[in-house]
Structures are given as structure tokens and as C-alpha cells.
């Protein structure tokens, strides 16, 4: 048994230059997402905000 050659093709995948707006959802309603996360997550927010602002404010 011997090898037969197998054809591939190649697939190039890009972006278009004509396409100009790549992520436009990343940025829209970003204070309402952070909202979000920190109401979902305020034990953890609180836990790493509270020794952050601690060790800038003291003197």
C-alpha cells in the first residue's frame, strides 16, 4: 500500500479592510455593565477595593 498525495487547500481567514467598527460592543453601556459586575460581585469587590483605598489613604 502505498502513499497517495492529498490535496489541501488553505483557508485564510481575515477582516475586512472596509469593515471599521470591529467591536462596538465592548464600549457600549460600559458604566451599566460595570454596574453590573459590582452588584453581582460585591463581597469581592469590597474585599479588594477596601485594603487598596486602606494603603493609599493612610499617611
Known amino acids: 500500500m ?3 498525495p492529498v ?3 488553505a ?3 481575515a477582516l475586512s479592510p ?3 467598527k470591529v ?3 465592548l464600549w457600549k453601556d460600559l458604566p451599566g455593565k460595570i454596574h453590573h459586575k459590582v ?3 460585591w463581597i ?3 474585599l479588594l477595593l477596601g485594603p487598596l483605598v ?3 489613604t493612610a499617611p
Open 23 to 25: 467591536m462596538p460592543g
Open 54 to 56: 486602606g494603603v493609599y
Open 2 to 4: 502505498g502513499k497517495l
Open 18 to 20: 472596509f469593515q471599521q
Open 39 to 41: 452588584s453581582e460581585n
Open 7 to 9: 490535496r489541501m487547500k
Open 11 to 13: 483557508v485564510v481567514y
Open 44 to 46: 469581592s469587590t469590597t
